[in-house]
């Protein structure tokens, strides 16, 4: 009878270990399954982003051209303003006015400063546009 009682609780112990064991396959499966669908859906993700990035690359790089283009148009433009104020205000020197006193100068002071900031903003996102490539 020992040995039967014996032999039944060595059956039960293996049992309970391959219940155990089971019940550990089953969390381990359901844990990477989960990650599955987590890693799917982070790769769909990153493989959009990607390819938006990629697709962008060309488009990117010719706006960096152009913004080139533009900044040394406004450079050309900015030199006109400030020679002609130059002369507005050699002008008032000669007359012994003020400058300011002229119709347009403060204006014209005033969107030189505009020009040159909106050309430094220009001027430095094609620099970070071009530190990407």
Do not use: H
């Amino acid at each position: 009878m020992k040995k039967i009682v014996s032999i039944e609780k060595q059956e039960l112990s293996v049992e309970k270990v391959e219940l155990a064991i089971a019940d550990d396959i089953q969390r381990v499966t359901n844990a990477l399954n989960s990650q599955i669908s987590i890693d799917e859906r982070v790769l769909k993700k990153s493989v959009k982003y990607y390819s938006d990035l990629v697709n962008n690359i060309p488009n990117a790089k010719q706006q960096i051209k152009t913004n080139r283009n533009v900044v040394k148009a406004t450079d050309s433009k900015i030199n006109i303003a400030e020679n002609t104020l130059k002369e507005a205000k050699r002008a008032a020197d000669d007359l012994g006015v003020n400058p300011k006193s002229i119709d347009g100068y403060n204006e014209l002071e005033q969107l030189i400063d505009r020009v040159q900031k909106s050309q430094k903003n220009v001027d430095e996102i094609s620099d970070r546009l071009q530190r990407l490539f």
